[in-house]
């Protein structure tokens, strides 16, 4: 059975830097895409970053040249590196795995597995 488990979130200063991880149980398959969520308080769940098994990479716009998504496939291993942080990305921050297709998608929708969450908040 396929599982998540996020560590790495804290408390850090406005400017400061973050490296997200997300380990991932059960996990056999080819084909995949995996992704970074993240949710602020009375907000709906947005996509911050994905990656598809067919190399390619998406971001959203407000995190576009501070955050990087990348993998360890022998550690089975998402991580998210979080630069130039700003009180706005202060969200739980939620990995997901979806083993369906390989290319990278943004919507929560087209994801099966979630972790628990991590809280990142950058104080103002």
């Known amino acids: 059975q396929v599982h998540l488990v996020e560590s790495g979130g804290g408390s850090v200063q406005a400017g400061g830097s973050l490296r997200l991880s997300c380990a991932i149980f059960?996990?056999?398959?080819?084909?995949?895409?995996m992704g970074w969520f993240r949710q602020a308080p009375g907000k709906e769940r947005e996509g911050v970053a994905a990656?598809?098994?067919?190399?390619?990479?998406t971001y959203a716009e407000s995190v576009k040249g501070r955050f990087t998504i990348s993998q360890d496939n022998a550690k089975n291993t998402l991580y998210l590196q979080m630069n130039s942080l700003k009180p706005e990305d202060t969200a739980m921050y939620y990995c997901?795995?979806?083993?369906?297709?390989?290319?990278?998608?943004?919507?929560?929708?087209?994801?099966?597995?979630w972790g628990q969450g991590t809280q990142v908040t950058v104080p103002s």
């Open positions: 997901a795995a979806e083993f369906a297709g390989r290319d990278c998608r943004s919507r929560p929708m087209e994801y099966k597995y």
């Open positions: 059960g996990y056999a398959y080819i084909n995949y895409r």
């Open positions: 990656i598809g098994s067919d190399g390619t990479t």
